[in-house]
């Protein structure tokens, strides 16, 4: 009776140290999945721009082949009449409405209220989300977009996402999901006021992960004058998760601040402990996409104007070869007409000598010779 008592006793407490070992082995191996999804975030959110090339390895469609930014060549775009124009609605807002402005390690940005529109130039109204900025230093100019291999001091982006899903994250992911307006930033000689909204709260977001709240504006004033005038192709996120969702709009014409307005956002802001700078993804390969121009390039003038060169200089040469003729022609007629005026001078003057010569001789018969006398010797 003992000995089963005392059997029953070893296997309960081997059940037990078998429950025991299990239970502490399943929370160890949770922990290390917790672990390795915190570090994977963490990853996640703390990409440089300084490793780009690292990018496709961590985040899958950053080695897509329809990312973006790219170099616009702009004698290879497609010029399509049919681009209609940007046309925003709600864009001036009161300056009741507070807008929150954050520096968040990449870059600045600006939150936007979702009562600002794009209602014309899609299929779909887009709603604003946010805007932000990409720069350089003064000595390297930190657009993302480029114009036949020409960077621009700097590039705006008003991101906003289609108004048939509930949000810009929902969005994000699909492929008709995101337009992006993007303009780009010169240096002039005054300093604009619109980007002084923005500009004159930079101290207050000077640190990474600061944010401030500024009073509303009219935001379609940091964006060019035209808005009939872009580029257009389909494209990507610049900056990881790179999701190739994007339909971007590029606009030819600049914005101008000053450049004492551009240092300040070149050298204010600070990720971590350095200096948010150069925050611009290298172009990308188009890998065959299409880029269309809603205006004739200047690529396409220039043939234009080459044309027209070339037909003047026909034009020219033609005339040259007229003037060339003519004055040929002329050469041969005053030669011709020198011959003839030579020639008739020649017979003229054969003529008067002879009859000079028969003057003489009939002068000569009339006269009698008489010896003369010594007196008149």
């Known amino acids: 009776m003992l000995g089963k008592v005392f059997l029953v006793f070893i296997l309960q407490t081997l059940l037990f ?12 191996e949770d922990s290390s999945v917790e672990k390795e999804s915190k570090e994977h975030h963490k990853g996640s959110h703390h990409w440089k721009y300084d490793d780009q090339e690292l990018w496709p390895s961590t985040f899958e469609h950053c080695s897509g082949k329809s990312q973006s930014p790219i170099n616009i060549e702009t004698g290879k775009t ?5 681009l209609p124009a940007i ?36 299929d779909n109204m887009f709603i604003a989300a946010q805007l932000h900025f990409h720069w350089g230093t003064k000595e390297v100019p930190g657009s993302e977009h480029t114009i036949d291999n ?27 999901g995101l337009a992006v307006l ?19 709260s930079l101290t207050d977001v000077s640190l990474e992960e600061t944010n401030t709240e500024i009073p509303g504006f009219n935001v379609r004033h940091l964006l060019p004058p035209n808005l009939e005038r872009f580029y257009r192709y389909n494209g990507s996120l610049t900056t990881p998760p790179c999701f190739q969702t994007v339909n971007w709009t590029v606009f030819n014409d600049t914005i101008s ?41 200047l690529e396409t003038t220039k043939v234009s104007e080459s044309t027209v060169s070339l037909v003047v200089q026909n034009n020219v040469k033609s005339c040259a070869t007229i003037t060339s003729l003519t004055g040929y022609i002329l050469a041969i007629a005053f030669g011709a007409l020198f011959a003839i ?37």
């Open 17 to 28: 140290l078998t429950i025991v070992v299990s239970s502490t082995s399943s929370s160890e």
């Open 78 to 82: 497609i010029y399509d009449s049919s």
């Open 87 to 122: 046309v925003l609605e709600g864009y001036d807002l009161s300056d009741k409405a507070l807008l929150k402005l954050q520096n968040n390690g990449h870059t600045l940005q600006l939150n936007l209220p979702s009562t600002m529109h794009i209602v014309q130039g899609f």
């Open 257 to 297: 601040v000053s450049r004492k307005q551009l240092a300040a956002l070149e050298d204010t802001l600070k990720a971590g402990q350095s200096l948010l700078s150069r925050n611009f993804r290298a172009a990308q390969l188009l890998h065959g996409r299409e880029v269309y121009s809603s205006f004739k390039t």
């Open 341 to 377: 005026t030579l020639l008739s001078f020649i017979i003229y003057a054969v003529q008067q000598r002879k009859k000079y010569s028969r003057f003489q001789k009939d002068s000569r018969q009339n006269v009698i010779y008489k010896p003369a006398t010594k007196e008149e010797a």
């Open 150 to 176: 020409v960077h621009f001091p700097a590039e705006i982006h008003v991101v906003h996402y289609n108004s048939k899903y509930a949000s810009l994250q929902e969005a994000a992911t699909k492929p008709d």
């Open 182 to 200: 993007g303009g780009f930033i010169g240096i002039g000689l005054l300093e604009n006021e619109n980007y002084e909204n923005i500009l004159s």
